[in-house]
T-cell receptor
Framework: DAGVTQSPTHLIKTRGQQVTLRCSPI?????VSWYQQVLGQGPQFIFQ???????GRGNFPDRFSARQFPNYSSELNVNALLLGDSALYLC????????????FGSGTQLSVL | AQKITQTQPGMFVQEKEAVTRDCTYD???????LFWYKQPSSGEMIFLIY??????QNATEGRYSLNFQKARKSANLVISASQLGDSAMYFC???????????????FGKGTKLSVKP
């Protein structure tokens, strides 16, 4: 079975642009979470979705938004990009909400110039 | 506020040796979960081991074990018989069961690097 897949793997944008990152969870997993990992730091929680509803939101500005589709895939959108948004964006899925074990994808490396 | 602290510098270990990676945490919630993930250069976070705050026994998963000392708020990862494929960044993380109504988000430490030499 395929693991968590994320696209694209790498992305280069300029300040002020908008970006959409995509995530497909493991088949059967209903919960998707997004994390931002800045170089040299641990991942930081952005959003969690379960059954297409937002179940948690981290301390990120409103420029960050996300949604989950009926097939449980998810998109993360970031508007008005800043240099500080440059990071590895990780998607994680779990079977249900609140399940301990998260499965992560390999991430999307976003560079903002 | 919830916090995970990993302060060990990166280290080299010889293949087949045992190694410990330290983690301390801070929380006021009596119910929480502790995790260890490893992140190789590919970027993927790989789940290693989980310990619940009410678990009586220390968790073990194959070559990985977690030395859980609740009173000291520490959750150290022990890897027995290191392998070359263990070279990676290691992250300790915590999830509070009732944090803000969400049960899914993890709080990660800054990570600690391990390099295994042949």
């Amino acid at each position: 079975d395929a693991g968590v897949t994320q696209s694209p793997t790498h992305l280069i944008k300029t300040r002020g642009q908008q970006v959409t990152l995509r995530c497909s969870p493991i088949s059967g997993h209903k919960s998707v979470s997004w994390y931002q990992q800045v170089l040299g730091q641990g991942p930081q929680f952005i959003f969690q979705y379960y059954e297409k509803e937002e179940r948690g939101r981290g301390n990120f500005p409103d420029r960050f938004s996300a949604r989950q589709f009926p097939n449980y895939s998810s998109e993360l959108n970031v508007n008005a990009l800043l240099l500080g948004d440059s990071a590895l964006y990780l998607c994680a899925s779990s079977l249900e909400w609140g399940i301990e074990k998260l499965f992560f994808g390999s991430g999307t490396q976003l560079s903002v110039l | 506020a919830q916090k995970i602290t990993q302060t060990q510098p990166g280290m080299f270990v010889q293949e087949k040796e045992a190694v410990t990676r330290d983690c301390t945490y801070d929380t006021s919630d009596p119910s929480y979960g502790l995790f260890w993930y490893k992140q190789p250069s590919s970027g993927e976070m790989i789940f290693l081991i989980y310990q619940g705050s009410y678990d009586q026994q220390n968790a073990t998963e194959g070559r990985y074990s977690l030395n859980f000392q609740k009173a000291r708020k520490s959750a150290n990862l022990v890897i027995s018989a290191s392998q070359l494929g263990d070279s990676a960044m290691y992250f300790c993380a915590m999830r509070e069961v009732n944090y803000g109504g969400s049960q899914g988000n993890l709080i990660f430490g800054k990570g600690t690097k391990l390099s295994v030499k042949p």
